[in-house]
């Protein structure tokens, strides 16, 4: 009985197959809606639909609390997938990990996040996040808002400057700091769903270069609920243990999807030009080896980033580390970088076919996706940043042998 | 020792944390340490006791306390004299 139920349950067919392949699909419909969502710059509703269709939304929570245990080379992989189909759906897939990573590090300790865990699994929830505010901007390890908590339940407004597709989002994850006499940097997150006791006020709407399908509009996030909801560890924890490394792995991981598909557009280019004359190598073929190279540089990079995490996950002294953060930080500023290069390059190659919307070889959308890289964290303030690290911290050079 | 980091740590403009009064195994991150301000406090502890902290000390366990920091100094102190 069971195992008939079970074969015929599209839910468990689906499953039986890899999250590649259910993002294969996933993708497909990406890229069949990436230019209205582009145009429009409005959320992404076919892939967000998908991607619960195929369970894709849980995979990287723990199996005992009903994912799939999913790694951060496994997730980064699917975020590829996604980026190279439309580069707004895979941040908003990015950005939903990056959420989910800090549950799955942080949450497992506490009863509330375990449940809510097995709730973003089974019901396949989106998860956004609110760390800017207004007067504070973009740095994440100050907040303004406090929460306030009394007879274990907790309160808190917060004027957030941007929430990604935080109006379509089925939680959000918001810093604030411990109370309301608590320093700036002295932060918390909680866990706030989107239910009765939370309310969003549109306060800007995201109109903007690239990246406008992610819908980070402005709101003012207001917010009643159990204290329990608030992560047992600081947020400073949170930020250096899971945070900063998925973020910088995952966002990596987008603007690598959106240059190597803006690469394979520019390849098909050439491969056109060198069919129609047979024994002349096309004018692109040479920066096409140099665009090539770009995007070696930038996947050797993101992959020895995923194994620096890897191999600092189980040890919080190395996790925290001053060497860790300044390793984590380059990467973010140099893959950004890189990406541009890489886009800007195939519009060289494709020229006037490329800059044109709408043709095979466009690239154009690419280029203001990988544009908002530089912009999203300023790689001026992580640079700086990392120049206040490395006045302690060596350079390894060690290859890992 | 304990006095000595005190002492220089204290009235630092860089660093937001009342070292006069603080005891000596408060968690300095809970006070309002943030990564950025403790390079200041390691800079300082180095200038000031002529060391240079390796690599695998520069974590937040090290500098998460006046006592932590303290432990870290005499080790270093004692391998170079």
Same mark, same amino acid.
């Given at each position: 009985m069971n195992v008939v139920g079970k074969i015929s349950d599209p839910l468990a067919s689906s499953l039986a197959e890899s999250a590649t392949e259910r993002m294969a699909r996933v993708a497909a419909i990406a890229a069949a809606s990436v230019d209205a969502v582009d145009r429009?710059?409005?959320?992404?509703?076919?892939?967000?639909?998908?991607?619960?269709?195929?369970?894709?939304?849980?995979?990287?929570?723990?199996?005992?609390? $009903?994912?799939? $245990?999913? $790694?951060?080379?496994?997730?980064?992989?699917?975020?590829?997938?996604?980026?190279?189909?439309?580069g707004s759906s895979a941040m908003i897939y990015a950005m939903?990990?990056?959420?989910?990573?800090?549950?799955?590090?942080?949450?497992?300790?506490?009863?509330?996040?375990?449940?809510? !865990?097995?709730?973003?699994?089974?019901?396949?929830?989106?998860?956004?996040?609110a760390t800017s505010e207004v007067g504070i901007g973009g740095n994440l390890r100050n907040s303004i808002c406090a929460v306030e908590v009394a007879d274990n339940r907790f309160s808190l407004t917060k004027d957030a400057t941007v929430i990604s597709y935080g109006a379509n989002a089925d939680a959000i994850l918001a810093t604030a700091r411990r109370a309301p006499d608590a320093a700036h940097s002295d932060q918390i997150m909680v866990v706030i769903p989107a239910d009765g006791n939370r309310s969003l006020e549109r306060r800007s709407v995201w109109d903007t270069l690239g990246m406008r399908g992610t819908c980070s509009d402005g709101f003012l996030l207001t917010a009643t609920g159990d204290a329990a909801q608030i992560f047992p560890k600081p947020f400073s924890e949170i930020a250096a243990q899971s945070m900063l490394a998925s973020s910088h792995i995952?966002?990596?991981?987008?603007?690598?999807?959106?240059?190597?598909?803006?690469?394979?557009?520019?390849?098909?280019f050439v491969k056109a030009a060198a069919r129609k004359q047979p024994n002349v190598t096309p004018p692109g073929a040479l920066r096409l080896s140099e665009a090539a190279a770009k995007l070696q540089e930038m996947k050797g990079h993101l992959v020895a980033a995923i194994n620096r995490f890897d191999t600092a996950r189980d040890d919080d002294d190395d996790l925290s580390s001053i060497g860790f953060?300044?390793?984590?930080?380059?990467?973010?500023?140099?893959?950004?970088?890189?990406?541009?290069?890489?886009?800007?390059?195939? !519009?060289?190659?494709?020229?006037i076919l490329g800059y044109k919307n709408g043709t095979p070889f466009s690239v154009g959308r690419h280029l203001r996706d990988v544009t908002s890289a530089a912009v999203m964290i300023s790689n001026d303030r992580i640079l700086s940043n990392t120049s206040t690290l490395l006045l302690v911290s060596r350079f390894d050079t060690s290859l890992g042998a | 020792m304990i006095d000595r980091i005190r002492a220089l740590l204290t009235g630092n403009p860089m660093i937001p944390i009342d070292f006069e009064t603080i005891s000596d195994n408060a968690n300095l991150y809970d006070a309002g340490l943030t990564s950025f301000a403790s390079v200041q406090l390691m800079l300082a502890i180095e200038e000031e006791f002529d060391i240079e902290f390796p690599e695998e000390k520069l974590t937040r366990r090290t500098f998460s306390s006046i006592a932590n920091i303290a432990a870290a100094v005499s080790e270093l102190t004692a391998e170079s004299v």
């Open positions: 429009e710059g409005r959320f992404p509703l076919e892939t967000a639909e998908a991607l619960r269709h195929e369970r894709l939304l849980g995979v990287a929570i723990p199996v005992e609390l $009903g994912g799939e $245990g999913l $790694g951060t080379a496994a997730v980064a992989d699917l975020v590829v997938q996604l980026a190279q189909a439309c939903h990990q990056i959420q989910v990573a800090s549950l799955a590090t942080h949450g497992v300790t506490s009863e509330w996040h375990r449940t809510f !865990m097995r709730r973003v699994a089974g019901e396949q929830l989106l998860l956004a996040s995952y966002w990596a991981a987008t603007w690598f999807g959106i240059a190597a598909d803006a690469f394979t557009r520019a390849q098909a953060a300044a390793e984590i930080n380059a990467l973010k500023v140099a893959s950004s970088e890189k990406a541009a290069e890489v886009v800007r390059i195939a !519009m060289l190659i494709t020229g | -």
